[in-house]
């Protein structure tokens, strides 16, 4: 009998930082959605600090106070991870390193990390190694810290320095021989996409880990990897669907994020051009999660960033078997009713209720609601098909039976 090797997660500690950018309340989610990405990554969340800062120390992020506090608990408890929420500067990384004697990650490279694992197809990990190396560029001097023990003197001055600009040659020319290879793969997925004939094309879009792929798999009748992780999906998977007797395509794509690393949404801009050739975009919503609002933000931002923000979108939101909201007891004379305890009824007669009946509320997990999503769905691809084949009106009646 072959034994399961255990899994073995490395011990760590996070720090974020609330200023006049984030409150207290964000600096707290946003330290909550950086341990789920810990996690994610192999690591296991044991502490985490927050201190407020007016300005980032262009030294060591962090006041030294604090920086302090956090190099004793990380030697007490042999911590071997240290991640910041924010993007730290090649020197602040350098800095900490040297103080605190482990690793030290910010979001970026931690998301970096997460993708390295996930990706699965050579197209995603062409675009990962381009991310990670642009990512690496600055931070080489970093990595010849152990050159510090020859002291310099006669023979001794400059070694170090033409190590690091043999690196920097030699990521400059991968960085470039990797481009070379996207274009090449940008070229030949162009050539599948225009393939594909006239039929619609639907993408799916949302924020990572609101059940885009389970969607995929309960309308597709596919097997697209599905697991409540973030960023379980990285490539771009697209099938072909038929609802009633009307064929479209649907593309399931990499789930967004705040605070995406610019290197990823460049690297990964060739990716997303299933969403710009989309006709239509579904994009789904975890309404289960608190701050599922902002969420729609950073999404509605990338999509921007693609120019993508003004396609016809039906907004789907999922998870609805997990909604609970707030609830105020009847003797609470104190607590004042906010969004936080909306029933899912309230909602829908909210922001959501001006949108032209673009707003589904569905369980993918459940299959709750799904009839009605595939009607609408229908209805909205009906319409853009007519528009593109107005003869085609007998075949396809108005109303999903």
């Not at 991310?131 to 050159?147: D, F, I």
């Not at 975009?281 to 729609?296: G, R, T």
């Not at 609830?327 to 009824?345: C, G, N, R, Y």
Request: aromatic residues 8%; neutral net charge; proline residues 3%.
């Amino acid at each position: 009998m072959i034994e399961k090797k255990k899994l073995v997660f490395e011990k760590t500690v996070l720090v974020g930082v609330i200023s006049s950018r984030q409150d207290e309340d964000q600096a707290l989610e946003y330290l909550v959605e950086l341990a789920f990405l810990a996690h994610t990554a192999g690591g296991e969340v044991i502490k985490q600090y927050t201190q407020k800062i007016t300005l980032p120390n262009p030294k060591t992020f962090i006041g030294s106070g604090k920086l302090m506090e956090v190099q004793l608990f990380v030697e007490e408890n042999e911590v071997s991870t240290v991640v910041f929420d924010d993007e730290l500067t090649p020197a602040q990384q350098r800095n900490i390193e040297e103080l605190l004697k482990c690793k030290i990650l910010d979001r970026t490279g931690l998301i970096l990390d997460i993708f390295a694992q996930r990706a699965q197809t050579s197209y995603a990990r062409t675009q990962v190694e381009l991310a990670q190396y642009e990512y690496l560029m600055p931070r080489l001097k970093g990595l010849w810290t152990h050159l510090e023990r020859q002291k310099g003197g006669i023979g001794m001055r400059g070694p170090g320095e033409t190590e690091i600009e043999t690196d920097r040659r030699i990521v400059r020319d991968k960085i470039a021989l990797l481009k070379k290879k996207l274009q090449v793969i940008d070229k030949q997925m162009s050539t599948q996409r225009g393939n594909r004939g006239a039929l619609i094309r639907v993408a799916l879009v949302g924020y990572t880990n609101v059940g885009k792929s389970t969607l995929m798999n309960a309308i597709s009748k596919s097997q697209v990897f599905a697991e409540n992780k973030l960023f379980a999906t990285l490539d771009t998977t697209v099938r072909k669907v038929v609802i009633g007797n009307l064929p479209f395509l649907l593309s399931d794509t990499v789930g967004f994020i705040r605070k995406l690393p610019t290197q990823l949404v460049e690297s990964f801009k060739s990716t997303l051009d299933e969403v710009q050739e989309a006709d239509l975009l579904l994009h789904v919503v975890d309404i289960s999660h608190p701050n599922f609002e902002e969420h729609i933000e950073s999404v509605n931002l990338i999509l921007s960033e693609i120019n993508s923000q003004d396609k016809p979108t039906l907004m789907v939101f999922n998870k609805i078997d997990a909604y609970e909201p707030l609830i105020i007891e009847e003797d609470d004379l104190v607590t004042e009713k906010t969004s936080k305890h909306f029933t899912l009824k309230e909602w829908e007669q909210t922001w959501m209720s001006r949108i032209n009946g673009n707003a589904l509320f569905i369980s993918a997990t459940k299959k709750e609601n799904i009839e009605h999503f595939r009607k609408q769905s229908y209805a909205a691809i009906r319409d853009l098909h007519l528009k593109r084949f107005p003869h085609n009106n007998f075949l396809y009646p108005e109303g999903l039976e």
